[in-house]
Structure formats: C-alpha cells, structure tokens
C-alpha cells in the first residue's frame, strides 16, 4: 500500500516538473524596450572597438563604466546583418567608428541624411562615403530632422539625440531602445520610403523631364 503512495507521488511530482518545463518553453522571451537619457559622462568607448584587448588603452578617461552613450554603442554594434539609419547632424567621431566597424564585418548598411547639414565642419557623412557606405540625403525643400536607426529589422532606436558630440556631451536628450514590433514596422515603412524618395536617379530623371515638357508646351 505505501509502495503505491509513495510512486503515486513520484508520478504526480514528475507530472508537474513536466508542466513547470512546459510552461517555461512556452513563456515568450522578454521583448527589449529601454530609455536612455543624456548628456552622457565622458568615458572611454576603446574596449568596445578591441574587444580582444579590452584592458589594453591607458588614456585619463575612466573606464569600466556604462553610461548612455555606451549602452547606445553596445545596442549599434549588436547588429548581425543590417542597420538603416536617418539622421539630421552626424559629427560624433565614435558614433562614426561604430558604423565603419560595421561595414568592416559585412554589415548591409544605408545612410540617409540632411543635404544641408553634409558639408558643415565636422561632419562624418563624407567619410562614411569614402568608406563604400551608401549614403542618400533628402531632395525636398525642408529638412530631414529624423534621427532613428532600425537594426536587423527588428531593433529600433530612435529619440531627440542628433549624432553629435555636443548632444551626447552637453545637451538634455534621450532615446527609446525597442524591439516591439508595432513601434518598428513603422520606421521600417518610413525609411523605405525615404530612401526611395531620395534616390538620385529619380532626382536627375525629373529635372531631365522638364526641359522636354516646356519644349512640347512651346510646340503646342
């Protein structure tokens, strides 16, 4: 009689191991969603360019510690096969050298810009094309002030934080960090349109267009 107790129990003990492993498999993954406030303490970044050598710069800022602008660094360099990226200013020299890294693993990478803001001092736009990096500035009369990036079409970080050394050192700015679906899809959309917008082809075909239409019109 205690026999059949006590591997009853056994059985029923198992049943609700089984249910508790279930449960967890079934349980989806916690979905990425993160706020990130600036100006951000000036540290070193290095470690995050020479992973294999992280105790190897020497320099007076101080290390180890993880700031805003080092959780942004960690989430852009996170990216396995792509990164669409819309900024209005980009002058931030780490920010630069995070895409250009990269680029360097094969990354699919696509710029689009402000036409205005390409040319002034500083600006790292002209080295991301000397790179090879496809970089497409709007064509319209207003300017292109987003500044999102969508990453493996999936991830999103978008906020107020122009790409500049200014805005992550000195100003009040933030950035949302998500993975959720319903946000991302509609950066994606948006950027696809743009860069569609944006394209050079299309720019030169119109203007190639209204010589020929006046000419038609002088005709008729």
Not at 55 to 72: D, K, V, W, Y
Not at 135 to 153: E, I, L, N, P, T
Request: contains cysteine.
């Amino acid at each position: 009689m205690w026999t059949v107790k006590v591997v009853g129990l056994g059985v029923v003990a198992l049943s609700l191991e089984l249910l508790a492993w279930f449960l967890r498999r079934r349980r989806p993954e916690r979905t990425l969603n993160e706020v990130l406030f600036f100006p951000s303490e000036m540290t070193c970044v290095e470690h995050f360019f020479r992973p294999s050598s992280p105790h190897s710069c020497f320099c007076s800022l101080p290390h180890g510690i993880e700031t805003s602008f080092a959780r942004l660094l960690h989430h852009l360099l996170s990216a396995t096969s792509s990164l669409d990226l819309c900024v209005f200013a980009f002058s931030n020299m780490d920010l630069c050298r995070a895409i250009l890294a990269l680029h360097r693993k094969g990354i699919i990478i696509r710029v689009l810009t402000d036409k205005d803001y390409t040319a002034i001092t500083g600006s790292q736009i002209g080295i991301l094309r000397k790179s090879g990096i496809c970089v497409r500035c709007g064509v319209g009369s207003v300017y292109m002030h987003h500044k999102f990036a969508v990453m493996d079409h999936r991830l999103l970080i978008t906020g107020s934080l122009n790409w500049t050394l200014t805005a992550v050192q000195s100003n009040m700015e933030n950035i949302v960090i998500t993975e959720e679906p319903e946000l991302v899809q509609p950066f994606i959309k948006e950027f696809h349109r743009l860069w569609v917008d944006s394209d050079p082809a299309r720019y030169h075909r119109s203007i190639d267009q209204k010589p020929a239409q006046s000419e038609l019109l002088r005709e008729l």
